[in-house]
């Protein structure tokens, strides 16, 4: 699977092994929202409109909303990520940097391997669409949580 919340696109409808033969829509509210499972996340997240493309492309995304104070825990993508921020205010931070501010319409890249974390500010929610592709069928490897103190910044 090619999201980086590869336990939570399980969930989705499974992606053809076939070549797309026509274009495919998939209807608003047709999966329901999924809470961010706590191994992944620290506070209220939530997952919507996940997707996948069909093989042989391995790509694949969701629309994910992390309240106050929520985060991914810190992670690594074997071929990068894209974050586009839709609503609110948000933070990511690469291991050994500072944080780094996020508002709507920013778009982040995060090139393959480097560690890091996104969520929200402490105040205000925040919500991104998340993009990763995957290699042998994994987009991401989930690492430790993002500690209060880390999360708090210097």
């Known amino acids: 699977m090619s999201f980086f919340l590869s336990a939570i696109m399980?969930?989705?409808?499974?992606?053809?092994?076939?070549?797309?033969?026509?274009?495919?829509?998939?209807?608003?509210?047709?999966?329901?929202?999924?809470?961010?499972?706590d191994s992944y996340f620290t506070g209220k997240v939530r997952v919507d409109a996940p997707f996948q493309g069909t093989a042989p492309a391995r790509v694949g995304g969701a629309t994910v909303s992390f309240e106050p104070g929520a985060r991914t825990a810190w992670h690594t993508h074997p071929l990068g990520q894209t974050l586009i921020v839709t609503s609110g205010i948000g933070w990511v931070q690469e291991w050994d940097k500072p944080r780094q501010a996020l508002r709507p319409g920013d778009v982040v890249w995060i090139p393959p391997g480097v560690k890091h974390w996104h969520g929200a500010s402490a105040e205000v929610a925040m919500s991104h669409i998340a993009i990763a592709e995957a290699v042998d069928g994994s987009p991401v490897t989930w690492l430790e949580q993002v500690s209060d103190a880390q999360y708090a910044g210097p």
């Not at 076939?18 to 961010?36: D, K, L, M, Q």
């Open 10 to 37: 399980a969930m989705a409808a499974p992606a053809s092994t076939g070549e797309a033969s026509s274009i495919t829509v998939t209807g608003a509210g047709s999966a329901p929202s999924v809470a961010g499972p």
